[in-house]
């Protein structure tokens, strides 16, 4: 059964930092992305950033230069570093992996969510 496991998060002021990291157990075939989706309260599920096995990173526009995500796919890891916070970013953030195992199609699997707060 796999399991992804969130550590981390936690409450902040504006301007600081926190890291959050996740751990996946379990066999995953064919994981080839990690990464991160927050959601606010009131708000739907938004992604925060992506690494590809390949290292290829992706962004949601609003994080970038404050935020870095790190990870190591072939070891089920991944850690997202959260600089310059604001009390937009408050949210639940959710680890994520995608593994897609040929003719299986996408398999997504996720975190049970870590509470991010920033304070004004």
């Known amino acids: 059964q796999v399991q992804l496991v969130e550590s981390g998060g936690g409450l902040v002021q504006a301007g600081g930092s926190l890291r959050v990291s996740c751990t996946a157990s379990g066999t995953i075939f064919s994981l080839n992305a990690m990464g991160w989706y927050r959601q606010a309260p009131g708000n739907q599920r938004e992604l925060v950033a992506t690494i590809t096995s390949g290292g290829t990173t992706n962004y949601t526009d609003s994080v970038k230069g404050r935020f870095t995500i790190s990870g190591d796919i072939a070891k089920n890891t991944v850690s997202l570093q959260m600089n310059s916070l604001k009390p937009e970013d408050t949210a639940v953030y959710y680890c994520?992996?995608?593994?897609?195992?040929?003719?299986?199609?996408?398999?997504?699997?996720w975190g049970q969510g870590t509470q991010v707060t920033v304070s004004s």
């Open positions: 994520y992996a995608r593994s897609q195992p040929t003719g299986w199609g996408t398999i997504n699997y």
